[in-house]
């Protein structure tokens, strides 16, 4: 799933691809203009023993100072409290949204906001990152904290948002690393498009494609069949596209499932980006 943060019910930024057996990847109920609850619902129903991988960051840096907002009491304690605490004080918030939290007065002195408003505990630069984010930076990626939420880079409002589903799903379905990798069945992900790009070939300054030719020569290079179609496409459906296609080559790579970085500390509080060796 690449994923949306933006406001509204109706997301041009959801893109929802399955790639299954051999057959070229596609998108699921191609041109339809999804919602997250319709992600949500689509999730819970998904095909028996799937690999699902969200574009979004699951939670905000923790490990680096001892909590998620330090100062304030109410501050989580691990990722499924902080979904709760998001999900709490969002649940007003129409669509999945989180703009509840985005300005509550406690949680904002963390955030780097619209407007040229940064809290006075967001610190400077990048931000905060993960123990991932950190390890994103030594494998050549160009992560952002999730605590910035401003420019075209940000994944701060996705994350948010994400958070409210992931929260919905708790005892649904599995979500690696807060939850054991299960011996057999489905198992939700947090993804970077980016090391699906990357790993066709792509460089670093060229990871969305917007042709199908493009689109076609990464599923090439990672050894699966093309899809249909020419001229331009939606770089959020190729982005679902190539990232699925992916999964599929890579699920199976023990090194993915046990990077050395990844302690119980790291995985109950902060998750990982799958992917990230």
Same mark, same amino acid.
């Given at each position: 799933m690449d994923w949306s943060g933006a406001v509204g019910e109706l997301? @041009? &930024?959801?893109?929802?691809?399955l790639a299954s057996g051999s057959s070229p990847p596609a998108l699921v109920h @191609? &041109?339809?203009r999804w919602s997250r609850a319709d992600v949500l619902d689509w999730v819970r129903a998904a095909p028996a023993d799937t690999l699902i991988g969200f574009d979004l960051g699951p939670a905000f840096p923790f490990i680096d100072r001892g909590a998620?907002?330090?100062?304030?009491?109410?501050s989580p304690v691990d990722a499924r409290e902080l979904w709760a605490l998001v999900e709490r004080?969002?649940?007003g918030d129409p669509h999945l949204s989180a703009a509840s939290f985005v300005d509550h007065p406690e949680a904002a002195r963390h955030f780097r906001r619209h407007g040229g408003r940064t809290g006075d505990r967001f610190e400077p630069g990048r931000g905060r990152l993960r123990v991932t984010e950190r390890a994103q930076l030594a494998q050549g990626l160009s992560p952002y904290s999730n605590l910035n939420l401003v420019g075209a880079a940000q994944v701060g409002k996705s994350s948010l948002t994400g958070m409210r589903l992931l929260h919905r799903l708790d005892g649904t379905l599995p979500v690696w690393p807060f939850d054991p990798l299960p011996p057999a069945g489905s198992v939700?992900?947090?993804l970077y498009t980016s090391i699906a790009a990357l790993a066709a070939g792509r460089t670093k300054s060229r990871t969305k494609m917007r042709t199908y030719a493009d689109l076609n020569a990464a599923l090439t290079a990672i050894g699966s069949a093309h899809v249909a179609g020419g001229g331009p496409i939606d770089d959020h459906a190729s982005d679902a596209l190539l990232t699925a296609a992916w999964l599929r080559t890579v699920a199976d790579r023990p090194e993915?499932?046990?990077p050395?970085?990844?302690?119980?500390a790291v995985a109950r509080t902060e998750g990982w980006t799958f992917g990230v060796t």
């Open positions: 997301q @041009r &930024g959801i893109a929802v691809a @191609r &041109g339809h998620y907002f330090p100062g304030w009491d109410e004080i969002c649940s939700v992900v947090e993915l499932w046990h050395p970085a990844l302690t119980s």
